[in-house]
């Protein structure tokens, strides 16, 4: 049955804009298909109609590497879990599945991811695409987690691809920037559920950047917050535990994580957008107002948060060893300059791994996130921030903002050619170009 006959096509024009509302796109059509052959026939159909096609999940990246002016895929009739499999201990999702979805199904299972970003709100086709990650000193991104995938091509194609199936294709597209095809099911390695115990505590900016080496090695997944305009940060280590389970308390959770994080911070992000002078003070306030705590939770309930303030977000990548100079030299260009930064920086790792195009991709990475309220002008701060870290080979995260372009990205890839010659195979006519991929790859 084709799309069309079965009512899933859109044919009207609407704008499409990103949760951040920084990217916006006018395609010529939507398309929902309600199967691997309708999507499929999708993109045939785009062919035979010259136009371009590229497939959105819930618009969390702040780039527009899903913007189209031709054809829209939306995949949220492609939902849910096809297969577990207990004895290869995997777990086939179709690729529309929120992280929300399948981390929750998972733990009905009894099973877990074994790392997670720290939301689940994206599509797991479109947070493994981008490369999304948490932290984590052995274990990697999403992507990484991949063992197989099944991928739409530009004739509409479906190819099934893992390490032993199509492995070139495997190594390239479990981080694809949608570049190769449209990822139409994703295989994932999980393990038992297993506890983590989490601890948030304040420390010093001098003193986590003097002591990083010792906090990254002990943990097995460490993080912190930097707040701008002061010499403060918040720590977080999250660790395996034996139990008991000791989540937070409701009513201490809802004051730390929903009026804390999300309600007051969303107040004193407008106070800061409306006087900009007042930031410095809000952020010694901030940057006080969480105090120490400690919780033992299944892994999702712990490795993330809810994230209600809208803000735009640049992310680089860096080596692990430079990540010291490059927070220095952040520091500095925020202490000496009139901007007023009103978010916290971000800070996490990741071990190298072997996906062709994944920041982490051959080295041991540190992740350096910068953010601004959404409103606010962003380009003077990240501007400056871009310069700290390509000064320092940063990758930048394909899903967040960066000026980069395919000169720079290619030497910072070591295996950028292969990425752009298994393009130009499986889809020379360029059917999931944007001006996005232009920019990034290369024409």
Not at 213 to 220: C, R, V
Not at 259 to 270: D, T
């Amino acid at each position: 049955m084709s799309s069309a006959a079965s009512g899933t096509t859109s044919t009207r024009s609407g704008v499409w804009r990103n949760w951040a509302g920084n990217v916006t796109a006018r395609p010529v059509r939507e398309v929902t298909p309600a199967s691997v052959e309708e999507l499929s026939a999708a993109v045939r159909k785009a062919a035979e109609d010259g136009l371009r096609v590229k497939a959105v999940g819930t618009g969390h990246s702040f780039t527009a590497a899903a913007a189209t002016d031709g054809v829209l895929i939306r995949p949220q009739l492609l939902t849910g879990i096809r297969k577990i499999d207990r004895d290869a201990m995997t777990v086939t999702v179709e690729a529309g599945t929120p992280l929300k979805r399948l981390n929750m199904a998972l733990a009905r299972e009894g099973l877990s991811l074994t790392n997670m970003g720290d939301i689940m709100e994206q599509t797991v086709s479109g947070a493994t695409s981008t490369g999304t990650h948490g932290t984590g000193r052995e274990s990697s991104s999403i992507a990484a987690q991949i063992r197989g995938l099944e991928l739409v091509t530009a004739d509409g194609t479906v190819l099934t691809c893992s390490e032993k199936e199509n492995p070139e294709v495997f190594a390239a597209a479990r981080i694809g920037i949608g570049a190769l095809g449209i990822v139409t099911a994703i295989t994932f390695a999980v393990e038992p559920v297993f506890l983590l115990t989490a601890r948030e505590e304040p420390m010093t900016f001098d003193k986590v950047l003097a002591e990083f080496d010792e906090l990254w090695a002990e943990n097995e997944h460490f993080e912190f917050y930097w707040f701008p305009h002061t010499g403060n940060t918040n720590t977080k280590r999250n660790n395996r535990s034996a139990g008991p389970e000791k989540p937070i308390p409701q009513l201490s959770g809802w004051f730390e994580d929903e009026f804390l994080s999300n309600g007051v911070f969303q107040v004193a992000q407008w106070v800061g957008r409306a006087a900009p002078a007042t930031i410095p003070t809000i952020a010694q306030i901030s940057s006080r107002a969480l105090s120490a705590r400690t919780y033992t939770d299944i892994p999702y309930k712990v490795f993330t948060s809810p994230r209600r303030v809208r803000f735009v977000e640049m992310e680089y990548a860096v080596p692990r060893e430079a990540l010291r100079d490059t927070l220095r030299e952040l520091k500095a260009m925020v202490d000496r300059s009139p901007l007023r930064v009103s978010f916290p920086v971000e800070v996490r790792t990741a071990p190298a791994d072997d996906i062709t195009l994944s920041t982490a991709s051959g080295r041991d990475s540190a992740y350096v996130a910068v953010h601004m309220f959404k409103g606010t002008p962003y380009q003077g701060y990240f501007t400056a921030a871009e310069r700290i870290f390509t000064a320092h080979e940063g990758r930048p995260h394909w899903g967040k903002v960066h000026t980069r372009d395919a000169d720079y990205l290619s030497g910072v890839y070591p295996r950028f050619g292969e990425f752009t010659a298994l393009r130009d195979r499986l889809d020379p006519d360029r059917r999931f170009q944007n001006d996005y991929l232009r920019r990034v790859l290369g024409s």
